[in-house]
């Protein structure tokens, strides 16, 4: 049988659930990262660092919630936070303590965060950090990086300055207030002085689409000095990155202090939540002004802002990793994966690398030989080679494969939590095996 076979044949009820799906959903989902062909699989429930499939297949789970559990599904004290709150209401339409104390964990623990303001989403982070940034500034211009992933608002779906046409439903003049450029202080230094309307400069902290592509050493501190000196004001989306990669993110790594951060992920606990913060100065522009005062005012409405069930569970979830702990223990399960990845590449003589930062992986078979069975610093790799990626087919046949096998990554990628285990990275590593001859088999591999 065939890899997709195989996975068809062992997913009727997925199968199914798609079918009836397609019916009510354009393409059967509700996110785009969740389309696969011929389907997705559909999860009935999940513990830890297992989910289960509608067909009863019990899966080592490397998505994650999209890189919002690091401590695993249904972490007890997470859970128990949610559960007690839930009885107590889930929306008050009034302001609330639970509010406060997220608020206040925040401020502890992200280095560059004086004040915090609250959204639903990563998405909405980004817009108002952007928002804020023209408003202290008074300048519309954007400088973003090629690839590098914002949300999917109009002013960041710009994704690649080497993409066809323009992203659909987004306007002309909406799109030229954006410089997408390389990472090249060159090139920002040139776009800055022949634009002269560059209020805000956006940068996923560690790297293009959660740190595929790395951002090179000594290029978040060029740039914060140069913003400074220009009076940008300097934005890190920390979306993926903040509470991962240390409590306090890729800002406290690198010794980065930017005007703005924003938030989402691991932020709520696994609920819906983002938040921009940042510099107390720039951040006021949230305020409302004093009676007779006339001062420009960024206006925030938002149903769900800080609703009471997310900020119980952030809250908790935020003291629970606040000493960096759990970050420790999900980064070496991690070089331990990729580590053991890579052996498996040398040994079937298969080129290409597994390679990430902190608790991600990232899955590359093509270009060159791995030269030995080790952990990878992307930034140590050469650049082409991670930009051109694998071709999409041996992308999608391989996520089935490792499926079949017993391990559900993310796209060609994937994140461990505090709560996976030895054995998972083991059984993993196998599937991993078992996987690449399975593609061999299928003259997928060169």
């Given at each position: ?192 002085a022949t634009r002269g309307d560059i209020g805000a400069i956006i940068i996923e902290s560690a ?240």
């Amino acid at each position: 049988m065939t890899i997709e076979s195989t996975y068809v044949e062992r997913n009727p009820e997925s199968a199914r659930l798609y079918a009836r799906a397609s019916n009510v959903l354009p393409s059967g989902v509700t996110h785009d990262s969740r389309f696969m062909r011929p389907f997705p699989l559909y999860a009935s429930h999940a513990a830890g660092a297992h989910k289960w499939d509608v067909d009863g297949h019990e899966l080592v789970d490397y998505v994650m919630g999209h890189g919002a559990l690091l401590l695993g599904h249904n972490y007890p004290s997470v859970t128990e936070a949610a559960q007690a709150q839930l009885v107590k209401g889930t929306h008050y339409g009034a302001s609330q303590e639970k509010e406060i104390e997220w608020a206040e964990a925040v401020v502890r623990i992200v280095p560059s965060a004086e004040v915090v303001r609250f959204t639903s989403s990563g998405t909405e982070a980004t817009l108002m950090a952007l928002r804020l940034a023209r408003t202290y500034t008074g300048k519309p211009g954007v400088i973003k990086f090629d690839r590098h992933f914002h949300g999917w608002h109009d002013y960041v779906v710009a994704n690649s300055k080497y993409s066809a046409g323009a992203p659909a439903g987004v306007p002309q003049a909406t799109l030229d207030s954006v410089s997408v450029l390389d990472l090249d202080m060159d090139q920002v230094r040139q776009a800055v002085a022949t634009r002269g309307d560059i209020g805000a400069i956006i940068i996923e902290s560690a790297g293009a689409s959660s740190a595929l592509l790395p951002v090179p050493r000594g290029f978040l501190q060029a740039l914060s000095a140069f913003c400074r000196s220009e009076g940008i004001v300097f934005i890190m989306d920390e979306v993926v990155t903040g509470f991962r990669w240390a409590p306090g993110g890729v800002q406290e790594i690198e010794g980065v202090t930017p005007d703005l951060t924003t938030l989402a992920k691991i932020l709520a606990g696994g609920f819906p939540g983002g938040a921009v913060a940042g510099r107390r100065e720039v951040m006021e522009h949230l305020r409302f002004p004093e009676p007779g005062v006339k001062a420009a005012k960024v206006g925030h409405p938002g149903t769900f802002n800080a609703n009471p069930l997310s900020a119980a569970a952030g809250t908790v979830c935020l003291n629970e990793i606040a000493d960096g702990t759990h970050q420790r223990r999900a980064t070496e399960l991690a070089a331990q994966m990729r580590a053991g990845m890579n052996g498996v590449l040398c040994e079937l003589g298969i080129p290409g690398f597994i390679y990430g930062e902190a608790s991600e992986f990232k899955v590359l078979v093509a270009g060159t030989q791995v030269p030995e069975a080790q952990d990878y610093d992307p930034r140590d790799l050469p650049w082409k080679l991670l930009a051109d990626g694998m071709p999409g087919e041996r992308s999608r046949l391989l996520q089935l494969a490792m499926a079949n096998h017993g391990s559900h990554l993310f796209g060609a990628a994937g994140m461990t939590s505090s709560v996976h285990t030895e054995a998972d990275i083991a059984r993993t590593v196998e599937g991993w095996r078992s996987s690449l001859q399975d593609l061999r088999a299928e003259g997928q591999l060169d």
